[in-house]
């Protein structure tokens, strides 16, 4: 067996931390490029200053440049909370920052997110823990952002003078109650589902809006989703996702040695690919399956926006943390064999982002083969279009919540036939 490539622990952290920072900072520039410097300022006020549920596309609301930046400002935020942290940069970091990012194209920003996190913290004060310890709960967590504009509209059309204190303090509650709730679900899918604070999201979220609802509130239906820049965002990221494989390639000694060994990994948490593989191996692979999950859109007809872009990040990210293309490609390939039966078409938006979330089911086809990898992403499929009313659109992460309720449906039939099977 070929051997690995070694690196001290300190090199190979100063080459995630390196690259995590080049990716926020090219998210700025981009966006830079794309919008005057008062066309930007404007665009991320308002994004800040809108309601943020699904489907929220901050390129809509703030434009291109506005919605670039206030990814790549989230970004550095996290960055320098993990910093702050003393945080191990590795896999998990990764799949964090650029779940940051893509999600701040479609629904968090550079205030709704901060209450959560302080809420996060005080949950650390009062454990008597460091902060790091639930640094990834707590950025994870920021899906239920929406929740804190959603306040914060409710108090003002109530009359409320303090919109924004209610706003916050229902997000620094979010944020306390996240990490202990996100400990126990992880029990119930057993880390088949990578988006397990999706899944604790998605329950806080939809005890949120039956709370909300007995109080006579009404969700707004939102649906913010920008069209026409297919070639320009293209562009982009087929730069970005290649340089990341020639980056891994140029680090891996000028080779590709040891990069299809990395998916003899199920992907089943806690699969940290740059521990377990070395980082440039694990950069190629996040380059790989983001000009997959890239092609794919374009494939089936879709647009590429801010929510598209923000599930093909998150399928870059989570190629350092449990995804590769081995195990994602039985998963996307149920969603589209389910287009043949279903009323919808795979360029829908929701479905598109549902192929694209769906590969958190990944380590299910690692585990136990591309057969019930295929039957968790048609299962899926349905599942995620019918869920999002539960918790009202106040959880972005709509399909981690999704994956969790297939889990706990799937899991215990396939370890019954498997052991059927065995006897």
């Not at 896999?91 to 205030?111: E, R, T």
């Amino acid at each position: 067996m070929p051997k690995l490539p070694v690196y001290k622990t300190e090199k190979q952290e100063t080459y995630v931390r390196f690259t995590m920072l080049a990716f926020a900072v090219i998210l700025i520039l981009y966006g830079l490029t794309c919008n005057t410097p008062t066309e930007i300022i404007q665009g991320v006020s308002a994004i800040v200053n809108t309601q943020a549920g699904l489907i929220t596309d901050s390129i809509v609301v703030g434009g291109m440049g506005g919605a670039f930046v206030n990814a790549g400002l989230v970004t550095l935020m996290s960055i320098g909370l993990m910093w702050a942290t003393k945080t191990s940069f590795t896999g998990m970091n990764i799949a964090c920052l650029f779940l940051m990012a893509g999600f701040s194209l479609f629904g968090k920003d550079i205030c709704n997110i901060l209450p959560i996190i302080l809420g996060g913290y005080l949950y650390s004060i009062y454990k008597r823990e460091s902060f790091g310890k639930y640094i990834y709960a707590t950025l994870y967590g920021t899906a239920l952002a929406p929740v804190v504009t959603e306040v914060i509209s409710l108090s003002m059309t109530r009359g409320s003078t303090s919109s924004a204190v209610s706003g916050w303090l229902v997000g620094i509650a979010i944020g306390f109650v996240l990490p202990p709730i996100s400990t126990y679900t992880m029990r119930i899918h057993q880390g088949y589902n990578l988006y397990n604070v999706g899944f604790t999201a998605g329950l806080i979220g939809m005890v949120l809006a039956s709370i909300f609802k007995s109080m006579g509130h009404d969700f707004e239906t939102r649906f913010e989703w920008s069209t026409g820049n297919n070639f320009s965002l293209f562009i982009f990221l087929f730069l970005l996702f290649s340089s990341m494989v020639l980056v891994g390639f140029l680090w891996n000694g000028n080779s590709f040695q040891n990069l299809w060994r990395l998916t003899r990994h199920s992907g089943r948490s806690i699969a940290d690919f740059v521990i377990l593989d070395g980082y440039p191996v694990t950069l190629m692979n996040m380059g790989i399956v983001g000009v997959a999950a890239t092609v794919y859109v374009l494939l089936v007809g879709g647009q590429l926006n801010g929510p598209t872009i923000g599930g093909i990040f998150s399928v870059c990210g989570f190629g350092a943390f449990g995804k590769h293309i081995r195990n994602i490609t039985p998963v996307v390939l149920g969603v589209v064999l389910s287009s043949f039966f279903m009323v919808w078409e795979l360029q829908d938006p929701a479905v598109l982002l549902a192929a694209l979330f769906a590969t958190g089911l990944a380590p299910i086809a690692g585990q136990f083969g591309w057969i019930w990898g295929m039957i968790a992403g048609f299962v899926h499929a349905s599942v995620v279009l019918n869920v999002g009313i539960l918790h009202a659109g106040l959880n972005l992460y709509n399909n981690g919540f999704s994956a969790g309720l297939v889990c706990i449906v799937l899991l215990p039939l396939i370890e019954a036939l498997k052991r059927e099977k065995e006897q």
